[in-house]
């Protein structure tokens, strides 16, 4: 396939011989690791100290990514200590070499040999751990009865406590423990009954109103009484 066609000008030519993986570029994005490799490129050729505003400019022009995404692109790199980023007054700035990513992919891969190790450590604790834990619990003729009988109880256990709940009702206890608590229900209404009889009397009195009058304003009904 042609990397240009005629309607391809001058300048355009220029810049396609002088990087010819712009032709490329031009068919099919770059990943996000190829643009990291790029970036961290221009660190390592140069070996300078930059903003991020110049690196806006110099990395669509030398390594082909957008401007949107160098911003992106650079704090990836520094999250991952590739790159390293100093306030400086009141400006930014990057930088990176590459006996300093070397040191920082060799941490890395430390930190993950370490993480492996305990992983499988904590594999094989567990492989361990399961492997007891099975022991005793093949499968066998003892066991399978064992198992069996087992089932058979408990199902029997379930049966008699439904069996219980049928006639818990009926139990003397059960029905003592009710009684009282009815007769202790039964004084408290009644107490509070004469209450509300000495507060009607007292209001009748003290406001010359009828009984009735006073049952009808607080919804009292005629046969509002003690229980006998």
């Known amino acids: 396939m042609a990397l240009y066609t005629k309607a391809t000008s001058r300048q355009d030519i220029a810049k396609i011989l002088?990087?010819?993986?712009?032709a490329i570029l031009s068919r099919k994005g770059l990943s996000l690791e190829e643009k990291r490799k790029r970036m961290e490129a221009i660190f390592h050729e140069t070996k300078e100290f930059f903003q991020l505003k110049e690196l806006e400019k110099i990395a669509p022009k030398t390594k082909g990514i957008v401007m949107q995404?160098?911003?992106?692109?650079?704090?990836?790199?520094v999250d991952d200590n590739l790159v390293t980023a100093e306030k400086i007054g009141t400006?930014?700035?990057?930088w990176s070499f590459p006996s300093t990513a070397l040191q920082s992919r060799k941490r890395k891969i430390d930190d993950l040999t370490d993480e492996l190790q305990s992983l499988t450590k904590k594999h094989e604790e567990l492989q361990k751990g399961i492997e007891?834990?099975?022991?005793?619990?093949?499968?066998?003729?003892d066991?399978?009865?064992?198992?069996?009988?087992?089932?058979?109880?408990?199902?029997?256990?379930?049966?008699?406590?439904?069996?219980?709940?049928?006639?818990?009702?009926?139990?003397?206890?059960l029905l003592e423990t009710k009684?009282?608590?009815?007769?202790?229900?039964?004084?408290?209404a009644n107490r509070w009954t004469e209450n509300i009889f000495i507060l009607q009397s007292y209001c009748c009195n003290k406001f010359n109103i009828e009984r009735s009058e006073f049952d009808k304003q607080f919804q009292i009904p005629e046969d509002f009484d003690t229980i006998p």
């Open 18 to 22: 002088k990087y010819p993986w712009l």
């Open 132 to 141: 007891e834990a099975s022991a005793g619990r093949e499968n066998s003729d």
């Open 91 to 94: 400006s930014n700035y990057f």
């Open 179 to 188: 009684a009282k608590a009815a007769d202790v229900a039964k004084e408290a």
């Open 143 to 173: 066991r399978g009865e064992k198992l069996a009988k087992l089932a058979e109880a408990e199902s029997l256990k379930e049966s008699n406590l439904k069996e219980l709940q049928k006639f818990r009702d009926c139990d003397p206890a």
């Open 69 to 77: 995404s160098v911003k992106d692109v650079l704090q990836s790199l």
